[in-house]
């Protein structure tokens, strides 16, 4: 896995315990011996999901030759979430799944498939968990609904501010 | 006065929000993705073999009647040289064993089958993951019990550890 995340490394036993606090205080209180065998420790370390020896997808990296195409699939590839990065969309990510994906994203919109229709596609492979722009549905609607009813919120509070002070003047 | 108590909502709201990010943030990260194709029929794909001298492998093979094991592997995947003496035995017990090699070089195939064993009964290369992402696999290793009408059963995420087999064994048991 090539994303530097600090829960993957917490997850893959973390021996050296550089994520947490107690880990970052023994850190800075170890000398400098101990700083340069941890470095090289840390540079010699094989990720636990190695990459394939095959070269980048077609379009992992390439643009589309027609720009309205690219950018619509940038668009829907800065949408969809890394499955091996999980916190990154796969526009972002180094990772090679996200770089197939990103061909395949690619390749489908050459083909003329609609952003929308790939992304239904995606979520029935993986769920909805994949897509950063969670569909209008039952259970999301208070992700939608919520920032309405805080503004609404809000002027009512505001409401009574400014009516108090007019009653007073 | 009797509003007083709203002057405290938004504080309370903004406790319930950190409560959520703290939630957030602690909470163990570790989430596998599963296939949303599971008591689907398989997705129509045809894989070329993997290496000279294996058949590779297609969704119409997976419906011919006899329920299979597809495992989901790669020769630089280093969790599947792990589960491959379970791959092994399972073979053993007469179970087929379909293999899909992602991003994988003939060369390579053979020194990893050479070195941890061979159960595969069918090799499909899929060289750009297309398969693979089809079939709502998010990495390697990863298995799937196909039923005898091609419809997936059981998807297990990860390397099949001893503690798995059984788990293994009764979903293709029931798949037949």
């Known amino acids: ?169 | 006065m009797k509003r007083r108590w709203i002057l405290w909502l938004p504080l309370g709201l903004f406790v319930v929000f950190l409560g959520f990010v703290a939630f957030g943030l602690y909470a163990p990260a570790e989430r596998t993705i599963q296939s949303g194709l599971i008591g689907q029929p398989v997705p129509d794909f045809d894989l070329p073999p993997g290496m000279p001298g294996r058949p590779g492998l297609s969704s119409t093979s997976l419906r011919q009647g006899r329920p299979h094991v597809v495992n989901i592997f790669a020769s630089w995947c280093l969790p599947c040289r792990v589960e491959a003496p379970q791959l092994e035995a399972l073979s053993r017990r007469g179970i087929p064993i379909d293999g899909i090699a992602v991003r994988d070089r003939p060369e390579d195939l053979a020194q990893f089958l050479a070195t941890y064993g061979d159960p595969f009964r069918t090799i499909g290369a899929d060289t750009d993951r297309r398969v693979q992402i089809e079939l709502g696999s998010a990495g390697v290793p990863e298995t799937f019990v196909v039923d005898g009408r091609g419809v997936i059963r059981h998807q297990h995420i990860g390397a099949i550890t001893e503690g798995d087999m059984a788990t293994i064994i009764a979903a293709y048991e029931a798949a037949r």
Do not use: H
Not at chain 1, 52 to 69: G, I, T, V
Not at chain 1, 139 to 158: E, Q
């Open chain 1, 1 to 169: 896995m090539r994303c530097p995340s600090l829960r993957g490394a917490q997850r893959r036993g973390n021996p050296t315990g550089l994520g947490g606090r107690t880990g970052l205080l023994r850190f800075a209180r170890n000398d400098v011996l101990g700083a340069a065998a941890l470095l090289s420790v840390l540079a010699t370390a094989t990720p636990a999901f190695a990459d394939s020896l095959l070269p980048a997808a077609e379009y992992a990296n390439r643009q589309l030759p027609d720009p309205r195409q690219e950018a619509r699939a940038k668009a829907l590839m800065e949408t969809i979430r890394c499955l091996v990065c999980q916190g990154q969309a796969i526009s972002d990510s180094d990772a090679e799944m996200a770089g197939d994906m990103r061909s395949l994203i690619r390749t489908r919109i050459a083909a003329g498939e609609s952003p929308e229709s790939i992304r239904a596609w995606l979520i029935s492979r993986y769920g909805e968990w994949v897509t950063y722009d969670p569909p209008l549905e039952p259970v999301t609607w208070p992700l939608w609904a919520a920032p309405a009813l805080l503004v609404l919120f809000g002027l009512f509070l505001a409401r009574g501010r400014f009516r108090r002070r007019r009653a007073k003047s």
